[in-house]
């Protein structure tokens, strides 16, 4: 398997084809990242989709040892869900829509799994912010810590503190209780 | 402490991501098991939520499509990408084609496969729709006619896969595919022009007389001296010339016209207009003379006739090989399918304006019976029944620029 470095430079170097890999191997992730922070569906899929055209008019510009790739596509997607809430604070928010899980044969089943995205949706919703950017990168996205680190421009310390905090604060938010 | 515990929690956490148990990796730190155990429980519990999440599969195809033709046509794409159009697409048809796909599949994989299917297989329809989505994409009037004709010269290399495996219906099938993506392709490289459909072959009885025949008095001075200027481009006059001995004389000026509006670019258009001189002797003696009016090409303002150009040799590559490819496969039939294979073979020359054929004479008289209807244009094939002799030639199809409805159908 090719390594993601060398996809990127071909992308760099305009190959088509690798530039389709990267978006293939990064498509899901962003989108589950982008999904989570906005809560529409319509949203998320307009911004996931923006985030790698965005990429693409800019891959040329980019440089592998200022920032991992997948880093470099999540802070693309970090901002472009900055801008996005930007704009919408003032508007009303939709309610949370029905969340889109995979489809699955027996309804009930839907809907338990549609309701558990949904609490952890509200869950990360009550974070601090610095604490749901962590929680979303790191888990969502599944970055490395020196990954979330560069794309928030912060410290890997301060990463592990506020991945450690933004836990405990979503284990109280799933289950109501703290431990220890 | 705690920043200790934030380094063993991480730690943990990297450790059972790669594949190591829980409870190994509490054994490691017995002393944080408490605080530990349950953290890590969580994040297998956000894991698992997560897991939950999955675009589309309709949404993740056209927006793979998407970027695909973003990266083929780079600025326009990625400029045209607006929430609003997204929106768009999403809550247009293109959802309903989208949804038709997603029915048909259920993986990208197949829908990978599909782009290669031919009009034989299972997955043709899949490719078809798939395509209908790329052409939904496509904003500006030049990527769609960059679309159009892409999807021109697939349906070319069908028809041609179909004539070389022999397989007379499928070919007919596919020469007549070829023949409306050619068409819409035609269509859209003339939208590119921000023009008309250029005014070129006029059937002399019917449509736009008055027009024409306004300009050898209503000609405004200028005019007058634009035929000269014409002439030298050698493809659009030398037709009429030779074709029509003394009357004839009056066509050109009808041209001009149109043509003022852009003087020089009567010159540009190179490759196209060649067919049309090499081809015009033989065929046009025929009294409709009148029609073969410089190719629609000379009408052009530069700027854009190279892009239009290359689409239209484009098009004439592929009309190449689809009518080689038909020949071909017809001199290896046996007699009495040849007929059959002559069939699929007029579909095509119909459009490109071969000429050998008999028949070819009588779509002349037919389509100058047709007002130009197919929604598009007055414009025939005449011109290109005139002109281009051997079908092979890639040149040929130029002409026929116009977009026409041929007798075929």
């Known amino acids: 398997m090719l390594s993601e470095e060398y996809l990127v430079q071909q992308a760099v170097n305009g190959n088509q084809a690798a530039f389709t890999q990267l978006y293939n191997q990064n498509f899901d992730r962003i989108h589950r990242y982008i999904y989570i922070k906005v809560r529409d569906r319509a949203e998320a899929e307009d911004l996931t989709q923006d985030v790698f055209i965005r990429a693409l008019e800019s891959i040329n510009t980019y440089k592998w040892r200022d920032l991992p790739f997948a880093a470099w596509l999540f802070k693309i997607a970090h901002n472009r869900v900055i801008d996005h809430v930007r704009k919408q604070s003032k508007e009303k928010r939709a309610p949370l829509e029905e969340a889109y899980t995979r489809s699955v044969e027996d309804p009930i089943q839907m809907t338990e799994r549609d309701y558990e995205v949904y609490q952890l949706k509200v869950a990360l919703e009550q974070l601090p912010e610095a604490q749901r950017d962590v929680a979303t990168l790191r888990f969502i996205g599944q970055l490395s810590i020196a990954e979330v680190a560069r794309t928030l421009g912060k410290s890997e310390g301060t990463v592990k503190a506020l991945q450690f905090n933004a836990t405990a604060s979503l284990r109280k938010a799933l289950y109501g209780k703290l431990d220890g | 402490m705690a920043s200790k515990l934030d380094d063993i929690f991480n730690e943990c956490y990297e450790r059972i991501r790669s594949g190591e148990s829980l409870e190994s990796c509490l054994r490691s730190y017995p002393q944080y098991r408490a605080q530990l155990e349950p953290l890590l429980r969580t994040t297998f519990d956000i894991g698992r939520r997560i897991s939950y999440i999955h675009p589309r599969p309709e949404f993740k195809h056209w927006a793979q499509v998407r970027i695909e033709s973003a990266q083929r046509y780079p600025r326009q794409q990625a400029r045209a990408e607006t929430p609003a159009a997204s929106t768009w697409l999403r809550h247009g048809w293109a959802v309903a084609v989208s949804a038709g796909i997603v029915l048909l599949l259920t993986t990208g994989s197949t829908m990978a496969a599909s782009s290669q299917a031919l009009p034989d297989q299972p997955l043709y329809p899949v490719k078809l729709a798939t395509e209908q989505v790329r052409v939904a994409l496509a904003v500006s ?265 041929s007798n075929h159908r």
């Open chain 2, 141 to 405: 009037d030049t990527q769609k006619a960059q679309v159009e004709t892409e999807l021109a010269n697939i349906r070319a290399a069908e028809l041609e896969a179909m004539a070389n495996a022999g397989k007379t219906e499928e070919a007919a099938k596919a020469a007549d595919r070829y023949n409306d993506q050619f068409e819409k392709a035609m269509a859209a490289i003339i939208k590119t022009e921000g023009t008309e459909p250029p005014p070129v072959i006029v059937p002399p009885t019917a449509t736009l007389p008055p027009v024409v025949t306004t300009p050898p008095v209503v000609t405004t001075p200028p005019v007058v001296t634009t035929p000269p200027a014409i002439t030298p481009p050698p493809a659009v006059i030398t037709p009429t010339e030779n074709t029509t001995p003394t009357t004839t004389t009056t066509p050109p000026a009808v041209i001009t016209p149109t043509e003022n509006t852009t003087p020089t670019t009567t010159t540009t258009p190179p490759a196209v207009i060649t067919p049309t001189e090499n081809t015009t002797p033989p065929a046009i003696t025929t009294p409709p003379s009148t029609e073969t009016q410089p190719p629609p090409t000379a009408t052009r303002d530069k700027g854009k006739s190279a892009k239009t150009e290359k689409l239209i040799i484009s098009l004439n590559k592929s009309t190449s090989k689809g009518v080689t490819a038909l020949q071909g496969a017809k001199e290896k039939a046996a007699e009495p399918a040849k007929d059959d294979w002559q069939k699929a073979l007029d579909n095509i020359k119909s459009w490109s304006g071969d000429k050998d054929t008999t028949s070819k004479s009588d779509n002349v008289t037919q389509n100058q019976g047709n007002t130009g209807t197919g929604g598009t244009s007055q414009t025939t094939i005449q011109s290109d029944n005139n002109t281009a002799p051997s079908p092979a030639s890639p040149s040929q199809n130029k002409p026929s620029t116009s977009n026409r409805r």
